[in-house]
Nanobody, 124 residues
Framework: QVQLVESGGGLVQAGGSLRLSCAAS????????MGWFRQALGKGREFVAG????????WVADSVKGRFTISTDNAKNMVFLQMNSLRPEDTAVYYC?????????????????WGQGTQVTVSS
């Protein structure tokens, strides 16, 4: 089993930046895909960004492309989400997720391993 712990959320003004971190522990060798989802109040959980540790490929949702970057430190079993040019519509709880493959991460999200979430609030 994999455990995920997020950190780095907070309150920021529009146009500002935040960096989220996700520390993975446990059976991390069983997952090759990690990513970030978010859930705004009253809305469903949506995919934000993901990567595969086997080949370093990354995916970013169109809504955050050019503003958010996902990266990893494999040696430390950590995944990061650098968020720049933040907008009020980016306000949400951000969740770190892990799965065996990227397809699993995005198409079968109900089966992901999830962190507890971290709140990001962007004020206008």
């Amino acid at each position: 089993q994999v455990q995920l712990v997020e950190s780095g959320g907070g309150l920021v003004q529009a146009g500002g930046s935040l960096r989220l971190s996700c520390a993975a522990s446990g059976r991390t060798f069983s997952t090759s895909a990690m990513g970030w989802f978010r859930q705004a109040l009253g809305k469903g959980r949506e995919f934000v960004a993901g990567l595969t540790s086997t080949d370093g490929m990354t995916w970013v949702a169109d809504s955050v492309k050019g503003r958010f970057t996902i990266s990893t430190d494999n040696a430390k079993n950590m995944v990061f989400l650098q968020m720049n040019s933040l907008r009020p519509e980016d306000t949400a709880v951000y969740y770190c997720a892990a799965a065996v493959t990227m397809t699993s991460l995005t198409k079968f999200a109900w089966n992901n391993t999830w962190g507890q979430g971290t709140q990001v609030t962007v004020s206008s």
